[in-house]
């Protein structure tokens, strides 16, 4: 990790500072990233899959060299997963030796099992905790895939950087850290949660804009092939495909066809390697036969009449 750095202090700053671990943002993202730092208030980013919402987390972190702490959700995500619970184990076993030792002063027993030191902290709880570095960064990870009822657990650390622990009170961070929370939008997201957070939609980039994204990250793609890769995957958005791909797509794409001594597109590097840009079987056999040759064509000749 980085030396921890100051939070920006304006937007052309927070644009900066994105750039410097790789992640190329446009006005708007870097606006609300920038008010959510100043105002400390969680940022909740929706959008279609591999837009770039998770790395926004990451590069923050790295950019800012603060912790990150991820918490992944997944249908059935529980208290015991993300917040807390307590080592039953280790609390069984201070029982037992108080119990053989023939000293066991019940209420004083339970003070002790029922301490700091039995306490498992989980991802809300860990983002709690001070750190020299600075408030770290709490990535709340595709939020969409968890029960609605997991959504209560999260007001009160959104709200007020505190969680609840029955037995232990109340335990409120020093500062609060820095929330980034996402969401494909599978479900919608409730109100209560959405008014604790200022909102962005991260939207598929630009074709200026995903250029710029590959050079920063596959610098080793020749120009003309990382012009043709954005301009191949930018006409693939505009047809009727299951699932387009997203910036992640593009850069692993990009990647393989440099692996592979790819210095442009020709419609059987296309054919052979659309596994690495699109993940359904029903969207690549749409492209297979004649149309690949046919969305080069079209992009070979765009590109001839930009220059």
């Known amino acids: ?16 500072l994105l750039k ?11 606006t609300v990233l920038f008010l959510a730092l100043r105002m400390e208030r969680p940022l909740f980013l929706e959008g279609e899959a591999g837009v770039g919402k ?34 039953y184990a280790a609390q069984m076993m201070a029982i037992r030796l108080a119990e053989a030792a023939g000293t066991v002063d019940r209420e004083q027993l339970e003070h002790d099992i029922f301490s700091e030191r039995y306490l498992l902290r989980r991802p809300l709880l860990q983002a709690l905790e001070a750190d020299t570095a ?15 009822a997991f959504e209560a657990f999260l007001l009160e650390v959104l709200a007020d950087a505190q969680v609840t622990v029955p037995e232990l009170g109340t ?40 250029l710029a994204i590959l050079k920063a990250r596959v610098p080793q793609a020749p120009a003309r092939l990382s012009k043709e890769v954005v301009a191949f ?27 592979l001594d790819a210095v442009a597109l020709d419609p059987a590097i296309v054919s052979d390697t659309l596994g690495v840009l699109l993940k359904y079987q029903d969207d690549i056999q749409k492209l297979q036969g004649s149309k690949v040759k046919e969305m080069l064509d079209a992009v070979h000749a765009d590109l001839r009449a930009a220059e």
């Open 54 to 87: 998770t790395e926004i987390a990451k590069v923050l972190a790295t950019s800012l060299g603060r912790r990150l702490v991820r918490l992944q959700c997944y249908e059935g995500l529980d208290v015991a997963s993300a917040v807390y619970e307590w080592n």
């Open 171 to 210: 335990i409120r961070a020093e500062r609060p850290p820095i929330v980034i929370i996402t969401s494909n939008r599978t479900r919608e997201i409730h109100d209560a949660l959405k008014r604790r957070c200022l909102y962005h939609w991260v939207d598929y980039p630009t074709a200026v804009r995903e």
């Open 1 to 16: 990790m980085t030396q921890p750095a100051q939070l920006p202090t304006s937007i052309d700053e927070t644009i900066r």
């Open 20 to 30: 410097t671990a790789g992640y190329v943002s446009d006005r708007p993202l870097a």
């Open 233 to 259: 995957v930018q006409a693939l958005r505009r047809e009727d495909l299951f699932k387009v791909p997203g910036v992640a797509e593009t850069l692993d794409w990009a990647t393989a066809l440099v692996e």
């Open 134 to 148: 600075g408030p770290p960064v709490l990535l709340i990870d595709e939020l969409d895939r968890a029960d609605e």
